[in-house]
């Protein structure tokens, strides 16, 4: 009987534990807010826009601990897709699906501009600019210059800083034009720029500390374009201490033109890449102008695949006689 009692008083004392609510917990705002601006500073993105789906204190810590302090945007148009699996075949859709990264988040092409808009309208303010564009596609480069119009019409964009990728050539985009005119005075780096941009964007209000220039623009053009578009850059009053130029075929370092660009536009460091070296008329020997204002210089050649020997190695000496005040030349190769 005792034994049975006791385990009667146990069942009733276990019934009587597992009847009692845990305790609940209240945190303060000041805790709450804390918890939220941890979860936005250790999370990725993705992550931290579905807090703002918790609560309103959610949503205004994410906007003041995040968005507000975003001060770089990248945008990147990629290649669209064409097809898509449907049970085990691969089937081709009508119309190509546009591939649209911004922040490293992938939005359908009807979301992308009111996400932009979103981090536009919380922004302290843009000064860093990344566009990434691997597809030329109609569609694509309209949606592009959709997104494109938004930030050139936003109050807090002040560039100092705007970088340009592109995988194909061919492409000019008359929003980066804008875009420099817009930021001309606070522009201090720009990376990727096609030569024809750059000749109807640049002004005197132009000052960088680094400028990557590019032919892509213009495709496979002719000698006289490029040096239309180099005396265009040069009379514009524009400045850049270090200039990185990339085209198909390397400049001549002994043409009156080239050698006014530099100097005008004072560059001190140069670095060019090309498939090509520069068609000199002319040898190492022959009586040309001197460029004393670089110091630097570097010259890369665009292969397949490294090899031990550079072909430009052989302009070393005209380089050298043209660019007195450089002391050593960095050859190099690039390849994908």
Known sequence: MTTAGASNNQNDSDASTSAVPPPQIYLSRDALIHVFETVCKYSPLANVLDLRLVNRLANETVNRATIRKM??????????????????????????????????????????????????????KLSSLTVHIQSIEANDLTILEGLLDQILDSNRVKLSDLQIRRRKGGQRISRFVELVRKNASSLKTIKGLGITEAAESFSEKISLSRL????????????????????????????????????????????????????????????????????????????????????????????????????LIVYEPLFKKVFPYVDEINFFQQWN
């Open 71 to 124: 001060s770089e945007l990248k945008i990147e148009i990629g290649e669209p897709i064409r097809f898509k699996i449907v049970g085990l075949k691969m089937k081709e859709l009508p119309e190509p699906e546009p591939v649209i990264y911004i922040q490293n988040l992938r939005f359908k092409h009807t979301d992308a501009p009111v996400f932009l808009h979103y981090l536009l309208s919380h922004m302290d």
């Open 212 to 311: 990557s220039l590019m032919t892509h623009d213009v495709g496979l053009a002719s000698e006289d374009t490029i040096y239309d578009n180099l005396i265009e850059i040069s009379s514009s009053g524009a400045r850049f201490s270090h200039l990185s130029y990339t085209s198909f075929i390397g400049l001549d370092p002994t043409d009156d033109i080239v050698q006014a660009f530099l100097e005008k536009c004072e560059v001190s460091s140069l670095r060019m890449t090309m498939l090509r070296g520069p068609l000199v008329p002319h040898d190492a020997n022959f009586i040309f102008g001197k460029v004393r204002g670089i110091k630097s210089l570097q010259l890369g050649e665009v292969v397949e695949k490294p090899n031990i020997y550079n072909r």
